[in-house]
């Protein structure tokens, strides 16, 4: 069955980098794009970007444009997403979520568990 | 940027009840609309995609429909695990953006 299982919760410090990994299994993980979503405590879904683990090519939402980088590493079909210049309110659940069709950016199912990402002083 | 907004934000209903959800988005999305219902410390679950299509292992009791700016979720019969927050999500371009959700809880 298809699973996406995702690092471990992080602490880190205003203006730090954060990477979280998305490692893919139970299909074919260069077929499907790979979406990264986060959820601040209490709030609602925010859609951060995509990456096509076949080209490495990306889509960023406007609003991390200038912060955010997502990479993959097809040997280990896994995705990452690394947020930089970290602040207080980019404190969030993030996940990551597969596309639904191949080779298309479409609906996202299913999701990985989600990995909480703090950001204190 | 196309913006969603749910209606209303709470809906309490008791189980067995009919539970209408309303996406209404600022400008034409075409039929380029999700449905997702999120349980409390779980990730999201995709229940519609294409504003009408039940996805795999959907009970029926979920319906979608709609088009252009105003889409409706029906669930039919409220099962006591359907009382959770449900999402809209529109695709734009290259992109998506979700809606602030509703949550439907027991009455």
């Known amino acids: 069955q298809v699973q996406l299982v995702q690092s471990g919760a992080e602490v880190k410090k205003p203006g730090a980098s954060v990477k979280v990994s998305c490692k893919a299994s139970?299909?074919?993980?260069?077929?499907?794009?790979m979406h990264w979503v986060r959820q601040a405590p209490g709030q609602g879904l925010e859609w951060m970007g995509w990456?096509?683990?076949?080209?490495?090519?990306?889509n960023y939402a406007q609003k991390f444009q200038d912060r955010v980088t997502m990479t993959r590493d097809t040997s280990i079909s896994a995705a990452y997403m690394e947020l930089s210049r970290l602040r207080s309110d980019d404190t969030a659940v993030y996940y990551c979520?597969?596309?639904?069709?191949?080779?298309?950016?479409?609906?996202?199912?299913?999701w990985g568990q989600g990995t909480l990402v703090t950001v204190s002083s | 940027e196309i913006v969603l907004t749910q209606s209303p934000a709470t809906l309490s209903l008791s189980p067995g009840e009919r539970a209408t959800l309303s996406c209404r988005a600022s400008?034409?999305?075409?039929?380029?609309l999700a449905w997702y219902q999120q349980k409390p410390g779980q990730a999201p679950r995709l229940l519609i995609y294409?504003?009408?299509n039940r996805a795999t292992g959907i009970p029926a009791r979920f319906s979608g429909s709609g088009s252009g700016t105003d889409f409706t979720l029906t669930i039919s019969s409220l099962e006591p695990e359907d009382f959770a927050v449900y999402y809209c999500?529109?695709?734009?371009?290259?992109?998506?953006?979700f809606g602030p959700g509703t949550k439907v809880d027991i009455k």
């Open positions: 400008q034409s999305v075409s039929s380029n």
């Open positions: 979520a597969k596309a639904v069709l191949p080779a298309a950016i479409t609906w996202f199912d299913p």
């Open positions: 139970g299909y074919t993980f260069t077929g499907y794009y």
């Open positions: 999500q529109q695709r734009y371009n290259w992109g998506f953006t």
């Open positions: 294409d504003a009408s």
């Open positions: 990456i096509n683990p076949n080209s490495g090519g990306t």
